[in-house]
Every structure is written in C-alpha cells, then in structure tokens.
C-alpha cells in the first residue's frame, strides 16, 4: 500500500481516538482531542498532496479519502451533540447529505464515472473545518481556563447560528451535487 493510502486509512483510526478524547473525560482529553484531530487533518492534506505529484491518485484513495473525511467529521459533530453544542437535528441533516453524497459517488463508480469534488462542496468542507475547529479550540482553552467565553451565552448562541449556516451550506451542497449529477440516475 503506498504512503498517501497509508495516511488514508490512518484517518479512520485518528477519528476513533479523536472520538475517545472528545467524549471520554481523562485529564487533557480537550488539548487531545484538538491534537488528535489536528493531526487527521494534516494527513488529509499530506495524502492528497503525494497522491497529486509523488505516488499518482489510486482508485483506493479516490474512494477512501472523502469517506476517511466524512466519518472524521462526523465523529466531531457526533461529540458535539454529545457535549451539547450542536442539536442533533442539525447533525442528522449534515450526516445524512453525506451518505448520500457517498452513495452517489458509489453509483458513479459503478457506472464508470469518477465524480469530483464540486465548488460547493470544498465550500462545505473548509466551513465545516472553521466551524469543528473552533469549537475544539474553545472546548480545549476551557480544559485550561475555566472561565473562559465557552460558557458565554454570546459564544454559545455565535456558534448556534454558525452551526445553523454550516447546515445549510451541507444540504445546499448535496442538493447542488445531485442536481449536477442526475443524469447518473438514467438508464
């Protein structure tokens, strides 16, 4: 297996242990938690970079990669609910544009197409990064600094409506891409 599907499928253990750190409380589990996850994101973006110009892009990783990225994601805003953060209506929709984003990438494969990232949905990925980051960086600096704004109601409902705006860029987006790609849906 080469170096960028290597780090691929270190994405999907990272996000075990990001979950773990996220939800299980052991002195530190916050700073970890941001550790953790910092680390799946610069593999996301190493393997992507050797895939491109080192080792070539692979079938492996072309269909491994958004998924590593997805259950990722999805074991952020999963402990968000959990912590209380995010509602988990909001996380269904997310999670649910991204199984059937998945399926339709499936589908595609199936028929012989490969169905590249969209504008939208780069859009979706880098807001919901802004958003997960910066939840992660407060829940850390309240780990350290008991007093800090995680507990300000002003924080709190800031990040509601990002939450609320980071939603409706996924669903949008989903939308967007399978609108793009109906044509997958003839026979």
Excluded at 9 to 26: D, H, P, T
Excluded at 50 to 64: D, H, I, K, N
Excluded at 114 to 120: H, R
Aim: with cysteine.
């Amino acid at each position: 297996m080469k170096l960028p599907n290597i780090l691929t499928v270190s994405r999907f253990a990272l996000a075990a242990v990001f979950m773990v750190c996220l939800s299980v409380s052991f002195p530190g589990s916050p700073i970890a938690a941001v550790i953790v996850f910092g680390v799946a994101a610069l593999t996301d973006a190493l393997d992507g970079h050797l895939a491109r110009r080192v080792y070539g892009c692979s079938a492996f990783g072309t269909l491994m990669d958004p998924l590593a990225d997805k259950v990722l994601t999805a074991a952020a805003f999963i402990g968000f609910v959990e912590l209380k953060i995010m509602p988990a209506w909001m996380v269904t929709l997310i999670l649910s544009r991204e199984m059937m984003v998945t399926g339709l990438r499936l589908l595609a494969i199936d028929k012989g197409v490969v169905l590249a990232a969209s504008v939208w949905g780069k859009q979706k990925t880098i807001w919901q990064m802004v958003y997960i980051s910066t939840v992660l960086l407060a829940f850390a600096s309240y780990s350290i600094y008991p007093w800090s704004f995680l507990e300000s109601a002003a924080f709190r409902l800031t990040m509601l409506w990002v939450a609320g705006v980071v939603t409706a860029l996924t669903v949008w987006s989903g939308i967007v891409y399978f609108r793009e790609n109906r044509s997958l849906f003839s026979n």
